[in-house]
T-cell receptor, first 114, second 111 residues
């Protein structure tokens, strides 16, 4: 089955620690995205990548970093510089040239800072 | 720039009643529009999309939406609510490379 996987489902972190969230897709999509979701605030774009080895900041990139070394993978690192990292994180992918930018979403990772 | 506004952050309906979720968009180019559904602690799932082929779009789970250019609206409806429709719903507009999402509408269904 084609789709997007995110791991882990739940993640706990102590203050001051960096943590990396995994996102993998086997849909052969060129573009990948990371969103942060907080109650009542919808989805906010953190970073996106339209092609391997290239990525752009979204609306709330401060305190986060990404890499795109492979087409299938787009890991997100939440650094200690992110002041309020507790949230639900969603990864998505799309093939803008063929699907009007319809995005396909993974199941999400819930990060809690202790 | 493209944006969407969802009117009403919470909607409560009785089982069997009409579900109506409102979405208005702003776009400088002909828009592509989407409705997604999210169940608790899950990712978003596409309900339906408008890509200019037909103004009335049918989606999964009995939902449909009508694109009205004159009203810049893309409201989502379902004639008869089911308990399983309780979820959060997001409207989104495409700018080709990115999607802009509304703040979401949470639907509760009363037995």
């Amino acid at each position: 089955d084609g789709g997007i996987t995110q791991s882990p489902k739940y993640l706990f972190r102590k203050e001051g620690q960096n943590v990396t969230l995994s996102c993998e897709q086997n849909l052969n999509h060129d573009a990948m995205y990371w969103y942060r979701q907080d109650p009542g605030q919808g989805l906010r774009l953190i970073y996106y990548s339209q092609i391997v080895n290239d990525f752009q900041k979204g609306d709330i990139a401060e305190g986060y970093s990404v890499s795109r070394e492979k087409k299938e993978s787009f890991p997100l690192t939440v650094t200690s510089a992110q002041k309020n990292p507790t949230a639900f994180y969603l990864c998505a992918s799309s093939s803008p040239a063929t699907s009007y930018n319809e995005q396909f979403f993974g199941p999400g990772t819930r990060l809690t800072v202790l | 720039a493209q944006s969407v506004t969802q009117l009403g952050s919470h909607v409560s309906v009785s089982e069997g009643a009409l579900v109506l979720l409102r979405c208005n968009y702003s776009s400088s180019v002909p828009p592509y529009l989407f409705w997604y559904v999210q169940y608790p602690n899950q990712g978003l799932q596409l309900l339906l999309k408008y890509t200019s082929a037909a103004t009335l779009v049918k989606g999964i789970n009995g939902f449909e939406a009508e694109f009205k250019k004159s009203e810049t609206s893309f409201h989502l409806t379902k004639p008869s609510a089911h308990m399983s429709d309780a979820a959060e719903y997001f409207c989104a507009v495409s700018s080709y490379t990115l999607l802009s999402f509304g703040a979401g509408t949470t639907v509760t269904v009363r037995a």
